[in-house]
């Protein structure tokens, strides 16, 4: 099992930044990736950024360039610096870890809870 905790979410304006937290705890070892993904009014859930437990990092393409997906290993905690952001990143955010299940044969994933992010002037 693995738990998730989001936080650092909240309202910020067009232009400004915030980073997002993600800690996980229990069977920490098991997970081969973890990552970002929002759902906003309306919309289905998208895949926002990435990053493997080898450090290999992937983005959407409506947010490369703004954010940045980091992890400490030592707090086993994954970050996500929002920077630029747009009303258009309005959104639930929810952090996601990817494990192998029946010996490799299949992966699962596990969810936080969600943050909001809500940009607006």
């Known amino acids: 099992q693995v738990q998730l905790v989001e936080s650092g979410g909240g309202l910020v304006q067009p232009g400004g930044s915030l980073r997002l937290s993600c800690a996980a705890s229990?069977?920490?070892?098991?997970?081969?990736?973890m990552g970002w993904y929002r759902q906003a009014p309306g919309k289905q859930r998208e895949f926002v950024a990435a990053?493997?437990?080898?450090?290999?990092?992937n983005y959407a393409d409506s947010v490369k360039g703004r954010f940045t997906i980091s992890r400490d290993n030592a707090k086993n905690t994954v970050y996500l610096q929002m920077n630029s952001l747009k009303p258009e990143d309005t959104a639930v955010y929810y952090c996601?870890?990817?494990?192998?299940?029946?010996?490799?044969?299949?992966?699962?994933?596990?969810w936080g809870q969600g943050t909001q992010v809500t940009v607006s002037s």
């Open positions: 996601n870890a990817r494990v192998p299940v029946a010996g490799g044969l299949w992966e699962y994933d596990y």
């Open positions: 229990g069977s920490i070892a098991s997970i081969n990736a």
């Open positions: 990053i493997t437990t080898g450090g290999s990092t």
